[in-house]
């Protein structure tokens, strides 16, 4: 059994390689597809192997996904706040510095999530009951302090209707698939990259430096930032990794640009593992992967936590050497190439695994989702007003 399961966390180390450098390949995707053929699997192995592989790759995953955001500008719905900052990293030269922040975030929050993990429990049972019919005003007033605390505030408004319109259309539109790929594409990877051409005609040297200098305060409050948000998915039914993170900005201030990197990095790694909480606690799966193991595990026993808990420490712990190897294959790479032509390069392959992922309708989306895009860096309001695509959606689901 132990050879079995150290095999398991292996392969899904592997896979989350995978899905976190490929635009377009998510978790999800995988997890689901194992629990299709998990009839024929189970001829060769056991569930909990399943699912502690599925458990490896998303941990592994949430180390390395920052990277195709900050390098290439292609995000998912728990990356896309990433992208700007990590950006401006990148054609400053430092992007490894963006991967190595978002790296202190994972394996920071990881090591927080394990030892905080025994305290939550009783917490998330007291609050989530207290909580659960007044969701949608608490999502009321954070959508307003976002907006009153921006100096344009009628940009504002309008950037998080005109985005939160598009998205319950996207969401909403029948037989479309894999719908937050080019909105979010759209918004936030496509808008940045198009706008960035003007000022930028070739990627500057990438600088692999070995230490980073950090405000101890601003780290401490970063990753507790990014516990609080991972917290928030896990009792708030509909609420996101980057919705959540939307909730936490709001309230944490002053971070800077390092200090938001970290919290980016912190947030997917905490999202999952709250999420095993979740599925403990309350028998309630927050995400895709979670649901695919909850589907294969019917009832989670304290010894499945244990187990769970350490595919989480092995997987992110070696997620951690990974990450640092890759980030730095990716700044040697980058280099080589001229700025514009990859740009137009990397356009041209998101419209392509648009097409692929997505259909023509897909398309349509993403040429108004980077229309839309475009509006807050021409008017100078903060890009965090375009989370409104998934938070509207959310709150009319509560509200209707």
């Known amino acids: 059994m132990f050879i079995e399961i150290l095999l398991a966390i292996l392969l899904g180390i592997s896979f989350g390689i995978i899905t976190g450098l490929t635009p377009g390949i998510h978790i999800n995707l995988v997890a689901v597809t194992l629990l299709t ?12 192997s399943l699912a502690v592989f599925i458990i490896a790759m998303s941990v592994t995953h949430s180390f390395l996904d920052p990277i195709p955001s900050i390098f290439l500008g292609a995000p998912d ?16 030269g430092y992007g490894l510095m963006a991967v190595k922040l ?10 927080l999530s394990i030892l905080l993990y025994p305290i939550l429990i009783p917490v998330v049972v007291y609050i989530y009951p207290l909580i659960e019919n007044y969701i949608a005003y608490i999502l009321i007033v954070i959508i307003l302090f976002m907006i009153l605390r921006d100096k344009k505030r009628l940009w504002a408004l309008c950037v998080f209707l005109l985005s939160g319109t598009l998205g319950i259309i996207v969401l909403t539109w029948p037989n479309l698939s894999n719908p937050l790929f080019p909105m979010l594409s759209g918004l936030f990877g496509i808008s940045t990259l198009a ?34 948000s991972g917290f928030l998915t896990a009792v708030l039914p509909g609420v996101g990794a980057a919705t959540a993170a939307v909730i936490s900005l709001q309230i944490t201030k002053n971070l800077g640009d390092k200090g938001f990197m970290i919290l980016m990095g912190s947030i997917n790694t905490v999202n999952f593992i709250l999420s095993i909480l979740t599925l403990q606690t309350l028998n309630k799966a927050r995400n895709g992967s979670i649901v695919v193991v909850k589907e294969l595990i019917t009832n989670i026993s304290i010894n499945h936590i244990l187990v769970f808990l350490s595919a989480v420490a092995i997987s992110g712990g070696l997620a951690v050497f990974l990450t640092l190897l890759i980030g730095k294959s990716f700044s040697k790479i980058i280099t080589l190439v001229n700025y514009r032509k990859l740009v137009t390069s990397i356009i041209f392959f998101i419209i392509l695994l648009t097409i692929i992922l997505t259909g023509w309708k897909g398309i349509l989306v993403l040429i108004v989702s980077t229309a839309l895009g475009l509006i807050p860096a021409i008017v100078k309001v903060a890009r965090v007003h375009a989370m409104g695509c998934l938070l509207l959606p959310v709150l009319m689901f509560f509200l209707l």
């Not at 719905?77 to 400053?92: E, F, M, Q």
């Not at 950090?214 to 516990?227: F, P, R």
């Open 37 to 48: 053929l998990s009839p024929i699997f189970l001829q060769y192995t056991n569930i909990l």
């Open 77 to 92: 719905s728990d990356t896309a706040l990433g992208v700007l900052p990590g950006h401006r990293y990148l054609i400053k």
């Open 102 to 111: 978002t790296l202190i975030g994972s394996f920071g929050a990881l090591i």
């Open 195 to 228: 706008y960035s051409i003007k000022d930028n005609s070739s990627i500057p040297e990438q600088k692999v430096q070995q230490d980073i200098k950090l405000d101890k305060k601003i780290t401490i409050k970063a990753l507790l930032s990014g516990q609080f």
